[in-house]
């Protein structure tokens, strides 16, 4: 897939890191605020995914494996349940998923004891599946349309 033209380029550069910014804000914010880490690994997602687009997929020297999203993915997916298993060992009791974190005071950043922790993990979790998703369509594309 070749890349857009050099308007769409430029654009998008001028875009990206504020739209990247912005997810990260919604992963962060996501226990004060509407959001958390699936709404913001989408907004990131949708980050790389409008790169590949726009610069084409000559940008990211597509394989027929993609290891890096996929790697990602499962790391996510690997720091939530040891996430989930700290609490259990931390938290006494041997209770899954357990607060295990102070939990400060209500309203501010950092007042929601592990639910943060658990935003960013899973944050990255689905824009590296969003990704690899739309990386697997991308690579296998020709083979879809025979």
Do not use: W
Not at 25 to 54: C, D, E, K, Q
Not at 73 to 85: H, K, P, V
């Amino acid at each position: 897939m070749k890349g857009m033209t050099v308007i769409v380029k430029k654009v998008t550069q001028m875009i990206c890191g504020v739209l990247l910014l912005y997810g990260m804000y919604i992963i962060v914010h996501g226990h004060l605020t509407p959001g958390g880490g699936f709404a913001g690994g989408t907004i990131i997602a949708g980050v790389f995914i409008l790169l590949i687009i726009s610069f084409g997929s000559e940008f990211v020297a597509l394989k027929k494996e993609e290891t890096g999203s996929s790697l990602l993915e499962t790391s996510g997916i690997l720091a939530f349940l040891i996430i989930a298993l700290l609490g259990m060992i931390a938290g006494g009791a041997g209770i899954f998923f357990k607060n295990f974190l102070p939990k400060g005071i209500i309203g501010k950043l950092f007042s929601a004891g592990a639910i943060p922790l658990y935003n960013i993990v899973v944050g990255i979790e689905v824009s590296a599946a969003l990704l690899t998703i739309f990386l697997a369509l991308l690579i296998y594309r020709d083979e879809v349309l025979k």
